[in-house]
């Protein structure tokens, strides 16, 4: 089902909800997991994703970081859209992920102490993110093929969330210093991670579209996709079940 719901400023958002049915019923609670979306905005990747958690049994969201009806028709256009939310401390992205974990706890089914993310490219760092923060009842978080890169200034405090980061091994987007950078960052936080390099696999490996973009060093690996999704449904099971 669609869910709207509004940022601390008032911003609108509307992503896909996807749980079992037995829930509508039900006075149970559930596991549940964000899916945050690559670059083009909430696609039909991203909510195939969030159904596939829900056949697994978990509650989960496809969120919308952009705002409602907000996406990108161009590379162009949707760099712009993203870049605004990278620049900086990154507070406004923080605060728009902290609106779609809000809106999944709000809902009757699901376990506010048990929550997971996922996310892809700019959702892979938006997941990390969540984990930075300490987002409130976040448990585990998994970015696949996301950007490294820590909040620019921000102390490596303390992770309560387990992390788990896939990237491809020829992924020229991730340059060696994001990846070095990213074991220092974990590190120094004592966090619970691991990080998987999927041998001769690109950017956006996950993504069966990723070949249409015409893109260099980006392209869509059946194995890695697969190899990563089985992966981080084990991670999940271990961290939220």
Not at 15 to 29: A, Q, R
Not at 177 to 204: C, P, V
Request: glycine share 12%.
């Amino acid at each position: 089902k669609p869910l709207e719901y509004t940022d601390a400023s008032g911003k609108v958002f509307e992503g896909l909800v996807c749980y079992p049915s037995d829930l509508e019923n039900s006075s149970s609670k559930r596991p549940a997991i964000l899916v945050l979306h690559a670059f083009g905005g909430c696609t039909f990747f991203e909510k195939e994703r969030a159904e596939d958690l829900a056949k697994l049994g978990y509650v989960a969201l496809a969120a919308d970081v952009y705002g409602k009806g907000v996406t990108g028709t161009t590379k162009e256009e949707c760099f712009g859209i993203m870049r605004p939310l990278i620049a900086g401390d990154r507070s406004d992205l923080g605060g728009r992920l902290t609106a779609a974990r809000n809106a999944l706890v709000g809902l009757k089914f699901v376990d506010e102490n048990k929550i997971g993310c996922i996310g892809y490219c700019f959702g892979g760092l938006c997941a990390l993110d969540m984990a930075r923060r300490n987002v409130p009842g976040l448990k585990a978080a998994v970015s696949f093929h996301g950007t490294l890169k820590p909040i620019p200034d921000a102390p490596f405090t303390g992770m309560q969330a387990s992390i788990q980061a896939h990237n491809g091994q020829a992924d020229t987007h991730i340059g060696k210093d994001q990846i070095t950078g990213f074991y220092d960052e974990m590190n120094a936080r004592k966090a619970d991670w691991s990080y998987i390099e999927h041998g001769f696999a690109l950017h956006a490996f996950t993504e069966p579209h990723a070949d249409r973009m015409g893109v260099p060093g980006v392209g869509y690996q059946k194995k890695a996709a697969d190899r990563s999704w089985k992966m981080m449904i084990g991670f999940m099971e271990d961290c939220l079940v």
